[in-house]
Nanobody
Framework: QVQLVESGGGLVQAGGSLRLSCAAS????????MNWFRQAPGKEREFVAA????????NYAASVKGRFTISRVNAKKTVNLQMNSLKPEDTGVYYC??????????WGQGTQVTVSS
C-alpha cells in the first residue's frame, strides 16, 4: 500500500500563492503517476494536475494551466503543487492521489484551500 499526506493548504487572498505538498510512503516503488484533485462545496471532485513518477511528465486541467505547476522530488518521495494567481473558484479541498502499477489508487486525507475575493 501507499500512504499519502498532504500539507500546505490555507487561506489566501485572490491573486496570491500557495504551495501544496504530498508526501508518499509505503510501496512508493509501485507508483507510476501522482495526481492532484480538488472538490469545491456542492461540486464533484475534479482533476487538477498530474505528473509521472519517473519521467516527470506533467498534465494540467485547462482551468489551472499557466497558473499551477506540479513537480516531484523523488528522493523525498514528495509531489508539490505550486499555485499562483489564485482565484476564488480555486477554493476547495485538494487531494493527492497515487496510481500504482496494477491499477489501484490511493488517496490522501485532503487539505483545505480557501481563496478570498
Amino acid at each position: 500500500q501507499v500512504q499519502l499526506v498532504e500539507s500546505g493548504g490555507g487561506l489566501v487572498q485572490a491573486g496570491g500563492s500557495l504551495r501544496l505538498s504530498c508526501a508518499a510512503s509505503g510501496r512508493t516503488y509501485s507508483i507510476y503517476v501522482m495526481n492532484w484533485f480538488r472538490q469545491a462545496p456542492g461540486k464533484e471532485r475534479e482533476f487538477v494536475a498530474a505528473i509521472t513518477w519517473n519521467g516527470g511528465i506533467a498534465n494540467y486541467a485547462a482551468s489551472v494551466k499557466g497558473r499551477f505547476t506540479i513537480s516531484r522530488v523523488n528522493a523525498k518521495k514528495t509531489v508539490n503543487l505550486q499555485m499562483n494567481s489564485l482565484k476564488p473558484e480555486d477554493t476547495g479541498v485538494y487531494y493527492c492521489a497515487a496510481r500504482v502499477n496494477g491499477g489501484d489508487a490511493y488517496w490522501g486525507q485532503g487539505t483545505q484551500v480557501t481563496v478570498s475575493s
